[in-house]
């Protein structure tokens, strides 16, 4: 079992992570997930998909086909593609459907195994040290302020750990990022030499 450290620690770094990559991207990502596993909803995509191509190719062909030297064959089409594009919206609107319900269930999911469970580390061990301070190292208004706010005096609670850790891994991503352009930036691009 993890201790409470490196549990907040680890939270902390799971909801920079989710914050920094975007929850949009990460419930995208999950809904193509979830459409590639044998469901009746990845069934429906599929067909959505399907016919969607299908009503693409009867446009192109309804639009190559004059409506007044080949009335016929026009009229076919476009009943076809009008049946066809009646079926796609019909299936659009349940899939829409599902993904809106599947968004709204990975969001909640999302909220409670991040900020939930921050919340819950803070209540449940609000009176419990995170670590202990040594003794006569720092002044008693310091140790007040680090065990803030039910914590036994002379440690670090957990709320002051969590504010320690959200800052501590904001501004180690912001140093490794600013890092990493200035190595990007600094290294020279062989050009090819110049024929003259």
Known sequence: MLSLIWTIFFLHVTIYVVNTVGASTIDSLLWLLYLKLPTSTAKNAREQSRLKHEVVELKRDMNNTSSQDEFAKWAKIKRRHDKTMDEYEQLNKKVMAEKSSFDWSVKIARW????????????????????????????????WILSFPRAPMGSVSVHVWNSVCAAAISALAELVTSMFLQTTRSTPVATAPKMQ
């Open 112 to 143: 409670l195994s991040t900020n939930g469970v921050k919340i819950f580390l803070q209540f449940w061990y609000s009176k419990t040290p995170v670590f202990a301070l040594p003794d006569a190292w720092f002044p008693y208004y310091v140790q």
